[in-house]
């Protein structure tokens, strides 16, 4: 069994921030802004992105809104999970690096097995 979370360590060493990102081709621009809202007690950040995309040729605008809830875990309650279904840890490592898991990286892959 593999996959991968966000590692809650590392997400409250460095705090979400607020994001803004343009890009563009001929036909339209894509601007988005992304705010997050960390709920701590409940380790969930709230991502919010607002879009607004302008066609380039009539001038068109179109707004929309998006809410994403990500769950930051921990690896003392991500044994537990593994443990209760059956499974035991057999590496844990920084997303594409084989890197233990640090305070540098929000993103950690796991890697398991059932028992």
Known sequence: ???????GPAVLSDLPSSRE???????????RK?????ITGRNIVEVNFNMEITDKITGNKKEF??????????PGEI???LQQYGFRKIRDEQWMSREK????????????MAV
């Open 34 to 38: 992304t705010t997050p809202r960390v």
């Open 21 to 31: 990102k343009k890009v563009e081709n001929d036909n339209i621009i894509v601007f």
């Open 1 to 7: 069994f593999i996959f991968d979370v966000w590692h």
């Open 101 to 112: 898991p640090s305070l540098k990286s929000w993103y950690v892959t796991y890697i398991a």
């Open 79 to 81: 044994g537990i999970f």
């Open 65 to 74: 809104h998006e809410m994403h809830s990500m769950r930051f875990l921990f």
